[in-house]
């Protein structure tokens, strides 16, 4: 494992905090996308409202975002178009997780300190170090860097203070890897750009509580190409 992530997210953590809401105006482009079922073509179907809590380099920040709708006209199925960087069905954005997971495992904070910073309940900090811990395994995610860019280092250093601190630099690791192969991302934590990036090209959403709980087969090797 290398080094740099852990101090990366150390150093990030020290300047969190928590920002005042912003509400986004509608947007929507001029012909709605492709269903992600059938690709077919379909129309504008309103609007969802939802309120995802976003972290930036410098603070963690409350949206009202209006996100459009879109009804195939072929299979008739009914899906919410999001924007890069913001993740289904999870109010806490991965970014956001990541943070607060990092701070208490990785920075040593308090669970309540951490949650509190970034306007979350220590019962969902605690919650996400468990989620993290069993989202993937180590190994595997360094394989799959290793897979994906073979110029991929693994570096021996100290042991993590715990398996979610650990799954969390892997995540790093294969999340900067996928950069270097030209995989485009806005999110800043590695758990967050390999996750978005699998929700972007493959349609997997991993749930928290309900739904796959694993690390999703798309990353898997000879998994699905990019693409649906």
Not at 46 to 69: D, H, I, T
Not at 103 to 109: F, H, L, M, Y
Not at 189 to 200: E, M
Request: charged share 20%; proline share 6%; glycine share 8%.
């Amino acid at each position: 494992m290398t080094k740099a992530p852990l101090a990366a997210a150390r150093d990030d953590l020290k300047h969190t905090s928590v920002g005042a809401s912003v509400v986004q105006p509608r947007r929507r482009g001029d012909a709605p996308p492709r269903c992600p079922r059938c690709s077919a073509h379909g129309w504008w179907n309103g609007w969802r409202v939802v309120y995802p809590v976003v972290a930036f380099a410098s603070a963690v920040v409350r949206w009202e975002l209006s996100l459009a709708r879109v009804r195939c006209s072929a299979c008739r199925h009914a899906f919410t178009c999001y924007p890069p960087g913001f993740y289904p069905r999870r109010q806490y954005q991965l970014d956001v997780v990541a943070d607060v997971v990092a701070a208490v495992e990785i920075g040593g904070e308090s669970v309540a300190t951490a949650a509190a910073a970034r306007s979350a309940s220590p019962t969902s900090a605690r919650r996400w170090s468990a989620w993290i811990a069993a989202l993937a395994d180590v190994e595997a995610l360094h394989a799959v860097a290793a897979h994906v860019d073979p110029s991929t280092a693994t570096v021996a250093t100290s042991m993590p203070r715990s398996r979610a601190a650990a799954v969390l630099d892997a995540f790093e690791v294969l999340g900067a890897a996928l950069g270097r192969t030209g995989v485009a991302a806005v999110e800043r934590t590695g758990l967050a750009r390999v996750l978005g990036w699998q929700h972007r090209a493959h349609g997997d959403v991993i749930g928290l509580v309900t739904g796959p709980r694993r690390f999703s087969p798309a990353m898997a090797r000879g998994g699905r190409s990019h693409g649906r």
